[in-house]
Structures are given as structure tokens and as C-alpha cells.
């Protein structure tokens, strides 16, 4: 199992992440920003968790016997965090009026999206689609009008939350007909057991990447 988790790319390149923002900290650690290298620590061992369970079903801590091999249940509270710190993020960042309302009521809808599918559906065996689905659109037009209304600003491209934008934004339109296909796909394929892994994977390294190019040329500390 040891060796299966060593070389399990996507904890690789989380990882590499995480260290990096942590060496990076200092450019941040008074900004909304501060926070991220905690919400990457916590994505890496939900990944890490969730690997553990697919390798060896008896290890998950939460079920055995029937429910053994399901970690939908750890994802759950995962997106309500990744959603709920980036709809803060920038939410924070955006100025105008117009924007910070959108996000703001956006947030709300995504959380009683996330009450009314958790409760309408069973949490254990069934993935939160409906929810995560909201969670995306909300997030991608909150990075639009983030992108859009900062796109004049000097030296914008060496912001780190330019280069965290472009990879959210990068990953969740593509994950988007990847997710549809996963989810609701009653045919499969070897070549779509193929093809989708492959693509959800440079997604992954895509987005990471992103993040880790925004930290590393990042100048100066990010405003408050």
C-alpha cells in the first residue's frame, strides 16, 4: 500500500503544493490568503484518506462490511470547505458591488443546495452531484467577475490569486463534462476507464501547477 500512495500522482503534486505554500508564507500570512496552505493540508489527507479506502476498503474508518468501500462521506465536507473558502476569497477581493452581492447570495444558494441534496439523497453511498454542481458555477462566474474587474491593475499577472484563478477556473470547466460522464454515463468503456482518468489528472497537475507558478512568482506581500 506503502508503495501504491508513494507513487499515486495527484498526492505528489498536492504535496509539492503544500510545501511550497508553507516556504512562501511569509509573502501572505497577513492577507485572506492565509489560510490556504491549511485547506491544502486538509485536501492532501482527504486524497490521502480516499486512496487509503479505494486500496483496502477495510481501512475506512467511518464504515465496514457493506459500506466498507464508499468514501463519498469524506468528499462531502470537502467540497463545503473548498467551495466555502473560495467564495470568501474572493468575495474579499472583489470590490464592486455588484460582484460581492452575486457571490454572497451565490454562497447561501450553494448552502442550501448542499442541505437539500445531502438530505434528499444518501449521503454515504451517493456523491452530493447537485450541490458540487451549483458549488461550480457559483465559483467559476465569482472568478469571472474577479478576473474581469481586476484586469487593469498593474502587474496583475504576478498576483498570486491571478494564477490561483486561472487554474480553478482552468480545472472546474474541464471536470465539468468529466464529473457528467462519471456520474450519469451508463456505459462503460475501456477507452473512456482510459481517457477520462488521464484528463482528470492533467487537470489536477494543471491547476496545482498554476497555484504553485503563482507562489513562486508572486512579488511583494499580497494586500490584506
Known amino acids: 500500500m506503502l508503495k501504491?500512495?508513494?507513487?499515486?500522482?495527484?498526492?505528489?503534486?498536492?504535496?509539492?503544493?503544500?510545501?511550497?505554500?508553507?516556504?512562501r508564507y511569509g509573502k501572505y500570512f497577513d492577507s485572506k490568503l492565509k489560510y490556504l496552505p491549511v485547506l491544502l493540508m486538509y485536501i492532501f489527507l482527504t486524497e490521502l484518506l480516499g486512496l487509503i479506502i479505494n486500496i483496502d476498503p477495510n481501512k475506512n474508518p467511518f464504515f465496514n462490511d457493506l459500506y466498507a468501500r464508499y468514501n463519498f462521506i469524506i468528499f462531502i465536507v470537502y467540497d463545503l470547505m473548498f467551495f466555502g473558502y473560495f467564495?470568501?476569497?474572493?468575495?474579499?477581493?472583489?470590490t464592486h458591488k455588484k460582484n460581492k452581492q452575486f457571490i454572497l447570495f451565490g454562497s447561501i444558494a450553494y448552502i442550501l443546495a448542499f442541505i437539500v441534496n445531502a438530505l434528499a439523497t444518501n449521503i454515504i453511498i451517493d456523491p452530493q452531484l447537485y450541490s458540487?454542481?451549483?458549488?461550480?458555477?457559483?465559483?467559476?462566474?465569482?472568478?469571472?467577475?474577479?478576473?474581469?474587474?481586476?484586469?487593469?491593475?498593474?502587474?496583475?499577472?504576478?498576483?498570486?490569486?491571478?494564477?490561483?484563478?486561472?487554474?480553478?477556473?482552468?480545472?472546474?470547466?474541464?471536470?465539468?463534462?468529466?464529473?457528467?460522464?462519471?456520474?450519469?454515463?451508463?456505459?462503460?468503456?475501456?477507452?473512456m476507464n482510459y481517457i477520462l482518468p488521464k484528463i482528470h489528472l492533467a487537470l489536477v497537475f494543471v491547476t496545482y501547477g498554476c497555484f504553485i507558478y503563482g507562489l513562486l512568482r508572486m512579488k511583494g506581500k499580497l494586500k490584506a
Open 4 to 23: 501504491e500512495i508513494l507513487l499515486y500522482p495527484p498526492l505528489q503534486i498536492y504535496f509539492a503544493t503544500l510545501v511550497i505554500s508553507i516556504l
Open 87 to 94: 467564495f470568501y476569497l474572493f468575495w474579499h477581493y472583489c
Open 132 to 191: 458540487y454542481n451549483i458549488g461550480v458555477i457559483i465559483l467559476v462566474i465569482s472568478i469571472i467577475l474577479f478576473l474581469k474587474e481586476n484586469k487593469n491593475t498593474p502587474f496583475f499577472t504576478k498576483n498570486v490569486l491571478f494564477w490561483i484563478s486561472v487554474g480553478l477556473l482552468v480545472f472546474h470547466i474541464g471536470f465539468i463534462p468529466i464529473n457528467i460522464l462519471y456520474s450519469y454515463s451508463t456505459i462503460e468503456t475501456v477507452k
